[in-house]
Structure formats: C-alpha cells, structure tokens
T-cell receptor, first 110, second 109 residues
Framework: NAGVTQTPKFQVLKTGQSMTLQCAQD?????MSWYRQDPGMGLRLIHY???????DQGEVPNGYNVSRSTTEDFPLRLLSAAPSQTSVYFC?????????FGPGTRLLVL | GQSLEQPSEVTAVEGAIVQINCTYQ??????LSWYQQHDGGAPTFLSY????GLEETGRFSSFLSRSDSYGYLLLQELQMKDSASYFC??????????FGKGTRLSVIA
C-alpha cells in the first residue's frame, strides 16, 4: 500500500514550457485534490475531484488543467509555465474528513 | 467565502504546554482538522473535531466550539521534534479542506 505517490519530486522549467505532474493513490479514495504551497500562504486549492470523470476548480485554478479518468490517477497539467507557478505542489486523496498527502513536487520556473 | 485565522508563529520551551488557536468563517461546517508539517515534508493528519469539546490523542489535544467558530490545538510535554508548522483546516461538505496559513512552532531548550 503506497498511499499517495507524486512524480517528479523536482522539476525545473523554462517560461512557456508545459508539463504534467503525476499523482496516484491506491486507497480507492473518491476525493482527490491538488494544492500549492508558497511561503506564508499556507495550502491553496488548485483543482479537485469528487470521483472519476468529475473535476472542479479551487481557489487558484488559472494556468492549470486536470482530468480524472480513473479513481487512482489525478494528473495536474501546467499549460504554459510562468515564474509565478514556482511552488511546491501537493496532491492529496481523502475518503471524507482526513486528507492523505503525497510527498510533493518542487517546481522551479525560470 | 471561507477564511481561517491562526497565529503565524509561536515559540515555547521544551517540556512546556502550548496552545495554537484557530478561528474560522465558513458557509458550511462539518468539522475542524489539524495537520502537522515538518520542513521539507508533507502535511500529516493530527486530529479532527466534528462536535464541541476536547479530543485527546497522546500529548496532543484538540478542542472545538462550534458556537464560537473557534478551535485550538494543545501540545503538552513539548519535545524538540514538535518544531513544525501546524495548520487548521475546515471541512465544509463536498469540497476539499480549506486550510489556514499555518502556525510555525519553534520549541527551544
């Protein structure tokens, strides 16, 4: 039981490049979410999903895209990276009240 | 909208007790959670209060007052390893948790 896994752990992008952050969970949780964490800002919700085929926007969705084709996977796509997207990205899954977080992806956009 | 307020920093002495407060404003409320995050790590779940009162888990306790939209995390017998950031989070129903900005706890000798 691996829990929530994220790849890659680190990534450096140039402005304008696109990429996909991968997230997978093996706990059969319906809820999955993406957060970004910046110094002094806490955890801000980007997108979330309440089940396969269903996604919705969070607090800071601009510049990001998501899809949920299976219960297990919830990838986050950066369409055209910008320096403002430099952050630590956490994926989380949840049965209801408790969120289980992945180890995070540290992204630097130059 | 939803908002949570908690102190940005707290410093306490090893062996002492510290309380981290959280006040919230939400359109719906099911419960208040607390998470711990060490530097460079991911947030991990500590406790959840759906009803008024105190929940105790070892050295950590969490309290909720729904009528006051207020809760706190109480850490007893502080250890150096408790130095971390602590986040309160609100469960308001069918959307994911909304987190406060976190309280950085420094435990000093």
């Amino acid at each position: 039981n691996a829990g929530v896994t994220q790849t890659p752990k680190f990534q450096v992008l140039k402005t304008g490049q696109s990429m996909t952050l991968q997230c997978a969970q093996d706990m059969n949780h319906e809820y999955m979410s993406w957060y970004r964490q910046d110094p002094g800002m806490g955890l801000r919700l980007i997108h979330y999903s309440v089940g396969a085929g269903i996604t919705d926007q969070g607090e800071v969705p601009n510049g990001y895209n998501v899809s949920r084709s299976t219960t297990e996977d919830f990838p986050l796509r950066l369409l055209s990276a910008a320096p403002s997207q430099t952050s630590v990205y956490f994926c989380a899954s949840s049965p209801r009240e408790t969120q289980y977080f992945g180890p995070g992806t540290r992204l630097l956009v130059l | 909208g939803q908002s949570l307020e908690q102190p940005s920093e707290v410093t306490a002495v090893e062996g002492a007790i510290v309380q981290i407060n959280c006040t919230y404003q939400t359109s719906g409320f099911y419960g208040l959670s607390w998470y711990q995050q060490h530097d460079g790590g991911a947030p991990t779940f500590l406790s959840y209060n759906a009803l008024d009162g105190l929940e105790e888990t070892g050295r950590f306790s969490s309290f909720l007052s729904r009528s006051d939209s207020y809760g706190y995390l109480l850490l007893q017998e502080l250890q150096m390893k408790d130095s971390a950031s602590y986040f309160c989070a609100v469960n308001s129903g069918n959307t994911p948790l909304v987190f406060g900005k976190g309280t950085r706890l420094s435990v000093i000798a």
